[in-house]
């Protein structure tokens, strides 16, 4: 009963919430303002938000019919493992527990405006795929897990504990916000033929299989020219640019034109290059 529900939280997705907030904490700690227990009260914020949005995924998806040919990780309503109901309330139930984390993490803080920050990153879960019409169906999925996961997640981190933001911080927002993107574009060009008979427009369906494999390398490469660039200020910076040997596979994976299951292996290892560069810039600030 419980692989199930573990299997349809796609854990492998952690990557995407964890890495942001490792980090987040680490360029507060440059300013000398790291906060054991404000990290952890992020961690669970960020993790707790991205599985309630794998449930909610699930979910709608599963509703909708969409899920029904899909290539890939299990789905608890489209495969008929869990009901609905079921799937929403684990959903409501991951929301709820990112919420009270994060009225934790404001009222130690005192910084009560990010109430609303919270409160759009929820909204911001649920109509991925939610409501009447979701926007991830419309190819604007990857603009808002750039943005979540990689501006506000990070970001937020770290002004919670410094409250301020630094360069080294914004440049991290961005590496982790493109390689968040990249898992996304990654994981709808594998379901580009179902999503385009489904009736889903994701980025990838409107841009094509040929543009949207050139989008994600352009993506990947992101983050290595963040590390040069920081490497300006911060030469251990430089250590962040081996975590490239665990993307090259994928680059090749993606460019080589493999398709469907062949394409599994690129979200997963796209989300380990991610954690890995964000360890290892973690480290890099550590030492700076």
Not at 232 to 249: D, E, I, K, N, S
């Amino acid at each position: 009963m419980a692989t199930k529900w573990v299997e349809g939280a796609r854990v492998r997705t952690l990557p995407n919430s964890v890495a942001p907030v490792i980090v987040g904490a680490a360029a507060a700690s440059v300013v000398d303002r790291f906060s054991w227990w404000a990290t952890a009260l992020a961690l669970v914020v960020s993790v707790a938000l991205q599985v309630g949005v794998n449930y909610a995924n699930d979910y709608s998806d599963g509703i909708r019919g969409t899920d029904s040919e899909r290539v890939g990780p299990v789905r608890l309503v489209g495969s008929g493992l869990a009901t609905p109901k079921a799937v929403r309330l684990a959903a409501f139930g991951c929301f709820g527990v990112a919420c009270l984390a994060g009225l934790v993490l404001v009222a130690l803080t005192g910084l009560w405006w990010m109430v609303a920050i919270g409160a759009v990153s929820v909204a911001a879960a649920w109509f991925y795929t939610g409501g009447s019409r979701p926007y991830g169906y419309s190819g604007w999925g990857e603009a808002a897990v750039f943005v979540f996961f990689g501006l506000v997640a990070v970001l937020g981190t770290e002004y919670v504990q410094a409250e301020r933001i630094t360069w080294l911080g914004a440049g991290g927002a961005v590496a982790l916000g493109a390689f968040s993107a990249a898992v996304l574009v990654a994981n709808n060009l594998r379901d580009v033929p179902t999503d385009r008979t489904s009736g889903k427009r994701t980025l990838a369906v409107r841009l094509g299989e040929r543009r949207t494999r050139t989008l994600y390398v352009v993506l990947v490469g992101v983050p290595f020219v963040v590390t040069v660039v920081a490497a300006l200020g911060t030469p251990w910076m430089l250590l962040a640019l081996a975590a490239g040997a665990l993307v090259v596979p994928s680059v090749r994976t993606v460019t080589g034109g493999r398709e469907g299951l062949a394409l599994i292996p690129v979200l997963r290892d796209t989300g380990l290059a991610m954690l890995a560069w964000a360890l290892l810039a973690s480290v890099a600030m550590a030492l700076s």
